[in-house]
C-alpha cells in the first residue's frame, strides 16, 4: 500500500466516490464525515498520530475498538450510533480494498471489528381506534391544521422516511384514478406509491 496515502484516498472517498460514484445522500455523506472527524481527533489524542501524518498501517483493529469504546464511554454514544459509525469506517477500508491491493489484509482487520449486538425493543402499535383519533387532532378550518393532516396523512399512506417528506414537491403528487406519490428516498433511489382516494382529497384541498 502507498505510503501517506490515507490523505489522498479520504479526500477523493468524500469528494469524488461517495457523491458522485455512489450517489449517497447529503446525510449519508455528513454521517460518515463526522465519523472520520472524531476517529482522527481520537488517533491525535490517544496515539500522538496528527491527521497529517496518518497511513493506513495506524489503523489497527485494537485501534478501532479502542475508538468505539471511547465513543460509547466517554460521549456516552448508544449502540446504534456506535454501530453507525463502525459501518463508515467500514464502507471506507473497503474502498480502499479495491483501490489499494496491497493493504488488503491491513483493511481486512479492521472490517473484521464487530458490530456490538443491541437489546431488541419491541415495536408498539396503535390501534385502529387511536390511529382515527389521531387523525381528528388538526383543526381543518386553518391552513396550519390542513398541512398537518395532510403531513399525517402522506406518512400513514406511504410509509414515508421524514426527509422523503421533506424533500416532497407538488410535483411528486399525482391525482388520478389511482392517485400517487413519487418519494425520492435513500440511494438516490425513487419509488412510486399509491395512495387511497380519502388521502388524495385530503392532500388535494390542503
Do not use: W
Not at 403531513?151 to 421533506?166: C, D, F, K, P, S
Amino acid at each position: 500500500m502507498k505510503t501517506n496515502a490515507f490523505a489522498y484516498r479520504l479526500t477523493k472517498y468524500f469528494t469524488d466516490y461517495l457523491p458522485n460514484q455512489l450517489a449517497a445522500s447529503t446525510n449519508t455523506i455528513q454521517s460518515y464525515r463526522d465519523t472520520f472527524v472524531q476517529l482522527l481527533e481520537f488517533m491525535h489524542t490517544a496515539y500522538a498520530v496528527p491527521p497529517e501524518r496518518l497511513e493506513y498501517v495506524d489503523f489497527t483493529s485494537e485501534r478501532i475498538e479502542a475508538f468505539l469504546k471511547y465513543l460509547e464511554d466517554e460521549r456516552k454514544v448508544g449502540i446504534t450510533t456506535r454501530n453507525q459509525r463502525l459501518a463508515a469506517i467500514h464502507a471506507f477500508f473497503r474502498y480502499i480494498q479495491y483501490r489499494d491491493p496491497a493493504g488488503f489484509e491491513q483493511c481486512s482487520q479492521v472490517l473484521a471489528v464487530p458490530y456490538k449486538k443491541a437489546p431488541v425493543v419491541p415495536m408498539n402499535y396503535m390501534t385502529v381506534e387511536e390511529t382515527k383519533f389521531l387523525f381528528t387532532l388538526p383543526n381543518q378550518q386553518t391552513k396550519e391544521g390542513l398541512r398537518d393532516l395532510a403531513i399525517l396523512v402522506v406518512l400513514y399512506e406511504t410509509g414515508a422516511r421524514v426527509q422523503e417528506l421533506l424533500d416532497l414537491t407538488p410535483a411528486a403528487i399525482r391525482f388520478a384514478a389511482t392517485s400517487t406519490v413519487q418519494l425520492h428516498g435513500k440511494g438516490n433511489k425513487t419509488r412510486l406509491v399509491p395512495i387511497d382516494a380519502v388521502a388524495a382529497n385530503i392532500i388535494r384541498n390542503y
